[in-house]
């Protein structure tokens, strides 16, 4: 079966300093991956998105940035995060072809920038 | 444009009693709509999905959704709620694509069920 893993679970950062959030899928190949933002406990703001090792397109401009080194891998950085990053980072993955398949999530990482 | 819409912030509704929770979309096409549930601190779970077919789907945890059409709506709801189910929900429906398949979905804002003993 898959599953898919991030870490870390929490973390905590001044401002300025770099991130780097990491996300792996196992068991499936060439899926299309998912970073979202979720801040205050609400609605889900989708940050970036592969549909292959290499292939990022960019939501919504901002301080962060996306990698995909290889295909099963998904990373979220930032050279130096804002109190604005501050939030509930989802990772979510779904299989590369197909309408009906749904989104699967990771258990999230919590940030704070202080 | 694409969008979801879930009017409700928040719905109370005592142990026993059925649940619904609302949910609107607007869509070019056939729409592919979902329902996900989060706990606090979780990432969000997969509830049920209508893609085509029947107009009632079954889904977990004894969940079910009502698709309509003429309504363009995707209500969520349960015969009979518990206080386990007391979490924030989520409607979702599909972005269509030209010749490649993204698989972004657009969510809602979504829903605080708060099921009282």
């Known amino acids: 079966s898959q599953t898919i893993h991030q870490w870390p679970a929490t973390l905590v950062q001044p401002v300025g300093s770099p991130l780097s959030l990491e996300c792996t899928v196992e068991?499936?190949?060439?899926?299309?991956l998912y970073w979202y933002r979720q801040a205050a406990g609400r609605g889900l703001q989708l940050l970036f998105y592969s549909v292959g090792i290499g292939q990022i397109s960019s939501e919504v401009p901002q301080n962060l940035s996306a990698s995909r080194p290889q295909d099963r891998q998904f990373i979220l950085s930032s050279k130096k995060l804002l109190l604005s990053d501050s939030g509930f980072y989802l990772c979510?993955?779904?299989?590369?072809?197909?309408?009906?398949?749904?989104?699967?999530f990771g258990p999230g990482t919590r940030l704070t920038v202080t | 444009a694409q969008s979801v819409a879930q009017p409700e912030d928040q719905v109370n509704v005592a142990e026993g009693n059925p649940l619904t929770v609302k949910c609107t979309y607007s869509?070019?096409?056939?729409?592919?709509l979902f329902w996900y549930v989060q706990y606090p601190n979780r990432g969000l779970q997969f509830l049920l999905k209508y893609i085509t077919g029947d107009n009632l789907v079954k889904g977990s945890y004894g969940f079910e959704a009502e698709f309509n059409k003429s309504q363009t709506s995707f209500h969520l709801k349960k015969p009979s709620a518990l206080v386990s189910d007391s979490a924030l929900y989520f409607c979702?429906?599909?972005?269509?694509?030209?010749?490649?398949?993204?698989?972004?979905?657009?969510f809602g804002q979504g829903t605080t069920l708060q099921v009282k003993p």
């Open positions: 068991g499936t190949s060439n899926p299309n």
């Open positions: 979702a429906v599909r972005v269509p694509y030209g010749s490649s398949n993204t698989g972004k979905l657009i």
């Open positions: 869509v070019s096409g056939n729409p592919y």
């Open positions: 979510a993955w779904t299989p590369g072809t197909g309408w009906a398949y749904e989104q699967y």
